[in-house]
Every structure is written in structure tokens, then in C-alpha cells.
């Protein structure tokens, strides 16, 4: 157990419709890393919140759209669901903010299906 | 650009030595990452490397040539459970740490 829990495990949803995923970095983790993982391309980072504050911005589309609250847990928002967001989306946790050191705990990731 | 390689898909025998490569081309370099993931499970730390050299952890090393774009896993005494995703990962030289992975190689341990 890594000690990053994330819900719901499993979501089913249409075409076009909205979801919001939800993540709580281990205790004492600033940072919260989301990343999508699908068959062919890998697992490919999204974006990066330490502290409340968006850091680091990757791969991430316009239709998605995450935020990191006060008590350090993170949303991420998916909307007008296409096909091929169907992924495991994984959080991930450290305490580093910038270069360096920063191991990252992931945590068990939420199957998105999109129908 | 930015790339990451390794082989896809690898075998190997219950006791036996294999060494996963990978090499990457990145936009700056503050560490390389190994992980091993189960099927449909959460990637786990296995080692970091930032200085050249081998590091050594139990069973598994990692070794890294910044100059060569180089790493490699490489595990020893292999065991059925060692099946699994081995994903290499470099901290670039983008804002905060987020890791840019590769594809992963896919181990398969045979008795």
C-alpha cells in the first residue's frame, strides 16, 4: 500500500459526458502527479500540483482540467469523453516540488471507460 | 524531442540474470527512475540513479552513463512473481518532477 488512495476504481460513462476523478497523496506529500496510462502509448504524465499551485504541465488537453485543494487532494476533471480517453489514470505523490530527489508513490489508478 | 526505449518483451528462466536496457534522449537530465508494474496494478519504486555508476538494491541494480544515454535493470535470482512491466523514467529538465516514461519492457519468468 503506497499510501495514495483514489476513487472511484472503476467508471463507466458515454461519450461526451463529464467526469471528475478524486486522489489524496500520502501524508506529508505536497505534490500530487496525475498521469494517463493506455495500451499504446505507455503512461504518459498530465500535469503536476505542489501545494495548491500548478508546477509542471505535460501531455495534458484542453477537454481536461485538474486542481490540488488546501488539504492536498486533487481532482482531476475529464469532459466531452471521447472514446479514446478510455485509460487507467494513476495519481502519484512526493514531497519534492522542483529537480532532484522525488520518488513518487503511486496510487492503485481509476479505469476510465468510455462507451 | 524527448524519447525513451526499451525492447517491448523479454523471457527469461526461474533463476536466472536478465538485464532490461534503455536509453533515452531527453531535454536535460536530473535522474532516471526504474518501476516495476503488475498487470493492471500501480507502478512500484524500484531504483533511482542520477551520478554514473551501479547501484545496488538486493536482488536488482541499475546502472547509468549519462554521456551515453544508457541505463539498465538488472535482476538477478529470477522468480515468477519478478513477471511483471519494467518502466525506465527521466526527470528532463522540465518544471517541477514529472517523469517521462518509457513504454515499458514486459518480463516473462518461465520455470
Known amino acids: 500500500d503506497s499510501g495514495v488512495t483514489q476513487t472511484p476504481k472503476h467508471l463507466i460513462t458515454a461519450t461526451g459526458q463529464r467526469v471528475t476523478l478524486r486522489c489524496s497523496p500520502r501524508s506529508g506529500d505536497l505534490s500530487v502527479y496525475w498521469y494517463q496510462q493506455s495500451l499504446d502509448q505507455g503512461l504518459q504524465f498530465l500535469i503536476q500540483?505542489?501545494?495548491?499551485?500548478?508546477?509542471a504541465k505535460g501531455n495534458i488537453l484542453e477537454r481536461f482540467s485538474a486542481q490540488q485543494f488546501p488539504d492536498l487532494h486533487s481532482e482531476l476533471n475529464l469532459s466531452s469523453l471521447e472514446l479514446g480517453d478510455s485509460a487507467l489514470y494513476f495519481c502519484?505523490?512526493?514531497?519534492?516540488?522542483?529537480?532532484?530527489?522525488?520518488?513518487?508513490?503511486f496510487g492503485p489508478g481509476t479505469r476510465l471507460t468510455v462507451t | 524531442g524527448q524519447n525513451i526505449d526499451q525492447p517491448t518483451e523479454m523471457t527469461a528462466t526461474e533463476g536466472a540474470i536478465v538485464q532490461i536496457n534503455c536509453t533515452y534522449q531527453t531535454s536535460g537530465f536530473n535522474g532516471l527512475f526504474w518501476y516495476q508494474q503488475h498487470a493492471g496494478e500501480a507502478p512500484t519504486f524500484l531504483s533511482y540513479n542520477v551520478l554514473d555508476g551501479l547501484e545496488e538494491k538486493g536482488r536488482f541494480s541499475s546502472f547509468l552513463s549519462r554521456s551515453k544515454g544508457y541505463s539498465y535493470l538488472l535482476l538477478k535470482e529470477l522468480q515468477m512473481k519478478d513477471s511483471a512491466s519494467y518502466l525506465c523514467a527521466v526527470n528532463g529538465d522540465q518544471a517541477g518532477t514529472a517523469l517521462i516514461f518509457g513504454k515499458g519492457t514486459t518480463l516473462s519468468v518461465s520455470s
Open positions: 500540483y505542489y501545494n495548491g499551485e500548478e508546477r
Open positions: 502519484a505523490s512526493s514531497s519534492s516540488r522542483d529537480r532532484g530527489w522525488g520518488e513518487q508513490y
